[in-house]
C-alpha cells in the first residue's frame, strides 16, 4: 500500500545502547522530516532532508544521526540512548505543496 | 515566540459545525495557514491550507480574514471522530520553507 510507514512501532531500550528507527515513503517525496513529541513540548524538529544525501539539522538535533541514501527511506540513529530520548517519532514526507504526510508514529522508552 | 494563538480547548455538538479560530496578527505577505489535527496517539494529519483566498476541502473549509491577520477552520458537520487537537500553523511558502513549527494547538471534543 502507499503510504509512510514507521518501524519498530513500540521500542524499549537501555541507557547507552545504538537504535535506529525506520522511516519509509512510497510517494517519492523529496523532502522527509523527524520529529519528537513530548509531553508539554509538543513536536520538535529534529532533522530533515530535501533529497537522497542531502540533510540537515532540525530545532532538536543533538544525540541524532541520520542518512538518506535512498529517497525513499530515512533511517534516524540514536548512536548513545538518553532517558531524555524516551519520546514519540514521527516521520513525514512532503509533497508538491509541501503539505507534510506523517507516519504512525514510534513510541521509543529508554530505560 | 509564537505565530499563531488558538484557544486551549473548545466543545461542540455531534452533527452541528465546528468553528476553530487562530490570530496570526504578525503573518507576513508570502505566508501560509495551515492546518492539521492530531487524534490521540496518531501522527499529524494534513487538512488544508491557504493564502488569502477562502479554501475548502472534503475536509473542511478555511476562512481567512481580509487583513490576513486571523482565521478559521470549519468542520461543517462535527462527528465523534473529529475529536482532536487542532494546530493552526503559518509557514513561509518561499523554496525551502519546509518546517513546520507546531504549537499547543485547540482540543476539540466533539459531544455526542
Known amino acids: 500500500d502507499a503510504g509512510i510507514t514507521q518501524s519498530p512501532r513500540y521500542k524499549i531500550t537501555e541507557t547507552g545502547r545504538q537504535v535506529t528507527l525506520m522511516c519509509h515513503q512510497t510517494w517519492s517525496h523529496s523532502y522527509m522530516f523527524w520529529y519528537r513529541q513530548d509531553l508539554g513540548h509538543g513536536l520538535r524538529l529534529i532533522y530533515y532532508?530535501?533529497?537522497?544525501?542531502?540533510?540537515d539539522k532540525g530545532e532538536v538535533p543533538d544525540g541524532y544521526v541520520v542518512s538518506r541514501s535512498k529517497t525513499e527511506n530515512f533511517p534516524l540513529t540514536l548512536e548513545s540512548a538518553t532517558r531524555s530520548q524516551t519520546s514519540v517519532y514521527f516521520c513525514?514526507?512532503?509533497?508538491?505543496?509541501?503539505?507534510?504526510?506523517f507516519g504512525p508514529g514510534t513510541r521509543l522508552t529508554v530505560l | 515566540d509564537a505565530k499563531t494563538t488558538q484557544p486551549t480547548s473548545m466543545d461542540c455538538a455531534e452533527g452541528r459545525a465546528a468553528n476553530l479560530p487562530c490570530n496570526h496578527s504578525?503573518?507576513?505577505?508570502?505566508?501560509?495557514v495551515y492546518w492539521y489535527r492530531q487524534i490521540h496517539s496518531q501522527g499529524p494529519q494534513y487538512i488544508i491550507h491557504g493564502l488569502k483566498n477562502n479554501e475548502t476541502n472534503e475536509m473542511a473549509s478555511l476562512i481567512i480574514t481580509e487583513d490576513r491577520k486571523s482565521s478559521t477552520l470549519i468542520l461543517p458537520h462535527a462527528t465523534l471522530r473529529d475529536t482532536a487537537v487542532y494546530y493552526c500553523i503559518v509557514r513561509d511558502s518561499g523554496a525551502g520553507s519546509y518546517q513546520l513549527t507546531f504549537g499547543k494547538g485547540t482540543k476539540l471534543s466533539v459531544i455526542p
Open positions: 532532508s530535501a533529497a537522497a544525501d542531502i540533510t
Open positions: 513525514a514526507s512532503s509533497g508538491r505543496r509541501f503539505e507534510q504526510f
Open positions: 504578525t503573518i507576513s505577505g508570502n505566508e501560509y
